[in-house]
């Protein structure tokens, strides 16, 4: 599974777009894009996923380039509540394995 | 949406004992399960894959002995720490996948904590 580099963390003001950017430069061509995130404690929560089109749902926006090496996640009004670990992962849709990378902790402040 | 819940939610036991950990998909049928588990403050690893009426398959690393799992329907399976030691503590977390893949639903976890 190709790897994904993250900014380890971001702090984004309540009320502004976050965007999360995501490096995955070794993709291959049948691999997904996956977003989840994790509240503290809690189990992990889908966010979004996608191939090569662009992508948005009632939780966020998948913005991925062209050649497919890098991605961004926005969340277009960032709320307390979206504080928490982002995780970026690449992986096949043919086995579901998702490997967790260290993630972006987003800190959404007042 | 899709749920899934574990129980327990955390449990402490004596080392030597072995603990057994469910999850459950409650309104969905969930075709694939998988087991992490979480140290403090790292991120998830990924122990194992299991379908419904198969044997899981094991990541790289973890001990197949020790952590039973079990797929036996289309909504259960369980995680069996077998003769926990206290470096098995940490924060087990399932999910489960329905007919798609590209979706998968995380329990809320179970922290297991060894005397």
């Known amino acids: 599974d190709a790897k994904t580099t993250q900014p380890p963390s971001m702090d984004c003001a309540e009320g502004r777009a976050a965007n999360l950017p995501c490096n995955h430069s070794?993709?291959?061509?049948?691999?997904?894009v996956y977003w989840y995130r994790q509240i503290h404690s809690q189990g992990p929560q889908y966010i979004i996923h996608?191939?090569?089109n662009n992508e948005t749902n009632e939780m966020a926006s998948l913005i991925i380039t062209e050649d497919r090496k890098s991605s961004t996640l926005i969340l277009p009004h960032a709320t307390l509540r979206d504080t928490a670990v982002y995780y970026c992962?690449?992986?096949?849709?043919?086995?579901?394995?998702?490997?967790f990378g260290q993630g972006t902790t987003l800190q959404v402040k007042p | 949406g899709a749920v899934v819940s574990q129980h327990p939610s955390w449990v402490i036991c004596k080392s030597g004992t072995s603990v057994k950990i469910e999850c459950r998909s409650l309104?969905?049928?969930?075709?694939?399960m998988f087991w992490y588990r979480q140290f403090p403050k790292q991120s998830l690893m990924l122990m194992a894959t299991?379908?419904?009426?198969?044997?899981?398959?094991?990541e790289q690393g973890v001990e197949k002995d020790k952590f039973l799992i079990n797929h036996a329907s289309l909504t259960l399976s369980t995680l069996t720490v077998t003769s926990a030691h206290p470096e098995d503590s940490s924060f087990y977390i399932c999910?489960?996948?329905?007919?798609?893949?590209?979706?998968?639903?995380f329990g809320p976890g179970t922290r297991l904590t060894v005397t």
């Open positions: 999910s489960a996948s329905g007919s798609s893949l590209y979706e998968q639903y």
């Open positions: 070794t993709i291959s061509g049948n691999e997904y």
């Open positions: 996608g191939l090569k």
């Open positions: 992962i690449v992986g096949s849709s043919n086995t579901g394995k998702l490997i």
């Open positions: 309104d969905f049928q969930a075709t694939t």
């Open positions: 299991s379908n419904e009426g198969s044997k899981a398959t094991y």
